[in-house]
């Protein structure tokens, strides 16, 4: 978990993309004379394709995603005024906790509170930048004791609390007084998910790592297993210790990081896996076994006996692509 939050109407929470209309330009194309296209050189006519092209890609990137609105799910209406933030002021609406979403590349947030009665919905959509930021989220805020739902590319439903991610964006709800909320927080899900879009497709690099044994697989936004020269990348944890995998700008970013790494967990002993590899020991880590593959360094920190780190990483180098 991030951190405590309000779920009262000021709480704060985070988002989702909504469908965006057809662009203007692609209205464009219908409105011109079917004579002049006919007759058009075909010079030309590439070059309009390519501007209405062009002009399409400038709107969609232009122009962002919707704020949710109440009107989503009937019998519901809005209270108070909505919500919007960016990196530079969020910490003006969530306080201690900004800190917690920057650091997973957040990029702007819309909000609405909904009531029905005495019932208040907190709803915030915050757009992650990718959608690795925003599962990374999603699975720092979700409970990891409760079951994940297939809503978008991943849910999770609680008595006053729902969550979702969906492409890049993550979206929270909080409900407000204390009761069981599941249905009408299921009802809300239910009805943004069919309007944002975005892709339901878990982020690959979880299909890495071996499934058996695993207790966690998170999204680490920065130091990963502690260490500052490894960025960014997922962590598995299992009871004999934690396997990764960090990402470089590049091959040769990566290799650079690697021979940091060399230097550092000196001495090593150099091996065969991947593009490059070497074993270590660390009075924290234990038995290091780090390789790089492309742009990628990943590897296993095993602190229990009876587990190879050069064979666990051999498998681990198989999937990663």
């Given amino acids: 978990m991030l951190g405590a939050r309000s779920t009262g109407e000021t709480g704060r929470f985070g988002g989702a993309r909504f469908s965006l209309p057809t662009p203007a330009c692609g209205r464009v194309v219908s409105r011109l004379h079917k004579g002049a296209l006919a007759t058009a050189t075909p010079k030309l006519f590439l070059r309009t394709l390519l501007a209405l092209s062009l002009a399409a890609l400038a709107w969609a990137a232009g122009t962002p995603a919707p704020a949710p609105t109440c009107t989503l799910v009937p019998g519901w209406a809005q209270s108070g005024p909505s919500r919007s933030y960016e990196a530079a002021n969020l910490f003006e609406y969530m306080d201690g906790n900004a800190e917690g979403y920057l650091i997973y ?5 819309k909000g609405v509170t909904c009531r029905q009665g005495e019932i208040s919905f907190v709803i915030d959509l915050s757009d992650m930048n990718d959608a690795d930021s925003a599962y990374g989220i999603f699975s720092a805020n979700r409970d990891p004791s409760q079951p994940v739902s297939p809503i ?6 609680t008595s006053r609390r729902a969550m979702f991610v969906k492409g890049e964006y993550y979206l929270e709800i909080a409900a407000n007084p204390e009761g069981d909320h599941t249905a009408a927080l299921r009802a809300w899900l239910g009805a943004l998910d069919g309007i944002i879009a975005g892709s339901t497709a878990l982020p690959e690099t979880l299909a890495w790592f071996p499934a058996e044994g695993r207790q966690s697989l998170r999204l680490v936004p920065e130091s990963v297993l502690g260490i500052h020269l490894l960025k960014r990348g997922y962590v598995a944890q299992y009871d004999f210790g934690k396997a990764f995998v960090a990402y470089e700008a590049s091959p040769d970013s990566a290799a650079a990081v690697m021979q940091k790494l060399r230097t550092r967990f000196s001495p090593a002993t150099t091996s065969s896996i991947a593009d490059e590899s070497f074993a270590a020991t660390d009075q924290y880590l234990g038995y290091l ?7 990628l360094i990943c590897g296993y920190s095993v602190k229990a006996e009876g587990h190879d780190p050069a064979a666990l990483s051999a498998t681990l180098a198989a999937q990663v692509h």
């Fill in 289 to 295: 076994f780090i390789f790089r593959k492309g742009r």
């Fill in 105 to 109: 590349g957040f990029r702007n947030m």
């Fill in 152 to 157: 978008g590319m991943a849910a999770q439903v």
